[in-house]
């Protein structure tokens, strides 16, 4: 065997040296390209969170605004309907008023 032999096996050699390399640059790409793909699931994920958060807390901040609003609206009306029985309690004495006065009157006369 020659020296065409250890040159073939050298030239053998470094084609299975140059495939390895290859090999192991493809899978350090892949695994990179992997890493990114779950970073960019791990943010995406986040984002919705966040989104999810801020929407839980602006539904909050909408139920207390209709509760205070409710509240309101109830004292409005309980407001109106004491307005309403201090009129109508008000004629009442004004006309057992005007009936004392009309006996008392009466009974003078």
Known sequence: MGKG???????????DKAGKRAARETEKQQKANERDRIRNMKDRVRSLERQVKENEREIQRQEKADEREQVKKEKEEFQQALEYEKSIFEDRVLKRTNMRIDVVTRNLK
């Not at 032999?5 to 084609?15: D, L, Q, R, S, Y």
């Open 5 to 15: 032999f250890n040159i073939a096996m050298k030239i053998v050699k470094e084609i």
